[in-house]
């Protein structure tokens, strides 16, 4: 649509950090603050990333520093009692691992990041090799799209496709994002398929409407 970054190459970080299979414990760390990540993807040959290595899997060798009872280490799973003793990337790492594709759209990527309980996702090309990072705050970079080029979306993609002059007169203002239409239309059973057009562009919080069926002249 017009305007609009509707897929995931359009806001993700293309300068990434990564680590290979054999990276240290310590450099893994010391990556993450750098670079102030909370996730490394690990990668093998020209760039196939083989897996995540995240805080989550480097807290597990402070958590069962204390050798705790036997009791408590049933209560985990061998592949994280397995992690407490791991001295490098491929050894810590969750694999395979979560990734998205860089021509994947912006809510795939949403839901991918809450049906696996992830912050990040690398972002990978056609062949699997690793093209960037998409985190939840890239996603939350429609939400800064200026008001007026958001309305000037709804108005040439939406609102002139479905309610075309000379039958209809909408007028289209958008204020701290959200969308409001309103004037004389020929069909109000439109009004539901255009809320759901315009609540499915980028930058859109809410959209209300205040629209009466244009009357026989």
Not at 116 to 125: T, Y
Not at 126 to 143: I, N, T
Request: net charge negative; aromatic share 4%; glycine share 6%.
């Amino acid at each position: 649509m017009y305007g609009t970054p509707h897929i995931v190459s359009d806001v993700m970080t293309h300068t990434v950090a990564a680590v290979g299979r054999r990276a240290p414990f310590k450099d893994i760390v010391q990556l993450m603050q750098e670079w102030q990540i909370s996730a490394l993807p690990v990668i093998e040959g020209e760039g196939q990333v083989v897996g995540v290595v995240s805080e989550a899997d480097l807290l597990t060798k402070e958590e069962l520093r204390d050798a705790p009872d036997a009791a408590y280490l049933q209560l985990r799973q061998p592949v994280d009692v397995a992690k407490a003793d791991a001295l490098s990337a491929g050894d810590l790492m969750s694999s395979p691992a979560v990734t998205i594709r860089a021509d994947a759209t912006l809510a795939e990527a949403s839901r991918t990041m809450a049906q696996e309980g992830v912050k990040r996702l690398p972002v990978v090309d056609e062949v699997g090799l690793l093209a960037g990072v998409v985190s939840r705050a890239d996603l939350l970079k429609v939400f800064l799209r200026g008001d007026d080029k958001i309305a000037e979306e709804v108005r040439h993609e939406i609102v002139s496709h479905l309610f075309p002059p000379p039958a209809s007169a909408i007028q289209v203002e958008v204020h701290d994002g959200v969308a409001t239409l309103t004037g004389r239309i020929h069909d109000t059973s439109l009004v539901p398929i255009a809320a759901r057009l315009v609540r499915s562009v980028e930058g859109i919080v809410d959209v209300q409407f205040d629209l009466a069926r244009e009357t026989a002249q």
